[in-house]
């Protein structure tokens, strides 16, 4: 069983950087995408990015422009680079790995908190 950890969280000040690495125990060329995910308290969990395993990605529209999403296979390891962190960003961010028959894997969380 391929287990995912992250790292990488943190307390930022507006404005600011993170870079979140999501590593795995084994390939994540096997796993047909990796996502990110992010529950705010009281909110629902919600997609932040996701890369396929063609390399594709795509965002949601609250972190367009200011979040990457990448991943080195060779490392087995996804990052999320997330710029211009706003306050809103603050919440506790999920690795994800999508298997081909659609089931996921789950990390255990990173908490980034945007504040100043």
Do not use: H
């Not at 960003?89 to 789950?106: E, K, P």
């Amino acid at each position: 069983q391929v287990q995912l950890v992250e790292s990488g969280g943190g307390v930022v000040q507006p404005g600011g950087s993170l870079r979140l690495s999501c590593s795995a125990s084994g390939r994540i060329s096997s796993f047909r995408a990796m996502q990110w995910y992010r529950q705010a308290p009281g909110k629902e969990r919600e997609l932040v990015a996701i890369i396929t395993s063609s390399g594709s990605t795509s965002y949601a529209d609250s972190v367009k422009g200011r979040f990457t999403i990448s991943s080195d296979s060779n490392e087995n390891t996804v990052y999320l680079q997330m710029n211009t962190l706003k306050p809103e960003d603050t919440a506790v961010y999920f690795c994800s790995a999508q298997r081909v028959d659609a089931s996921s894997l789950w990390g255990q969380g990173t908490q980034v908190t945007v504040s100043s």
